[in-house]
Nanobody
Framework: QVQLVESGGGTVQAGGSVRLSCVAS????????MGWHRQAPGKQRELVAS???????YYQQSVKGRFTISRDNAKNTVYLQMNSLEPEDTAVYYC????????????WGQGTQVTVSS
């Protein structure tokens, strides 16, 4: 079983920065692909960025150049550095994890709210 615990959300003004962290625990945690997702009110959850154990990253087009995903395998922790935040980035951000070769994210954290005020 894998458990994910997020931290780092909050309220920030447009143009500001926030860093989210997600700590994974469990015997297979270090081998998982990790992804940050977000869900705004009335919208579906969407993948924002992901990173494999080997460091291969993916970003949604709307966050390219503003967000950076990284991971520390020794600490089983993944980060999302969010810069130049916009009100449209307001959402609950979820850390997810999936096993190599799986298309579905199987494990989820509880979510952390990020609110960007204009």
């Amino acid at each position: 079983q894998v458990q994910l615990v997020e931290s780092g959300g909050g309220t920030v003004q447009a143009g500001g920065s926030v860093r989210l962290s997600c700590v994974a625990s469990g015997s297979i945690a270090s081998s998982l692909t990790m992804g940050w997702h977000r869900q705004a009110p009335g919208k579906q959850r969407e993948l924002v960025a992901s990173i494999t154990r080997g460091g291969i990253t993916y970003y949604q087009q709307s966050v390219k150049g503003r967000f950076t995903i990284s991971r520390d395998n020794a600490k089983n922790t993944v980060y999302l550095q969010m810069n130049s935040l916009e009100p449209e980035d307001t959402a609950v951000y979820y850390c997810g994890a999936r096993q190599v070769g799986s298309a579905q994210y199987e494990y989820w954290g509880q979510g952390t709210q990020v609110t960007v005020s204009s």
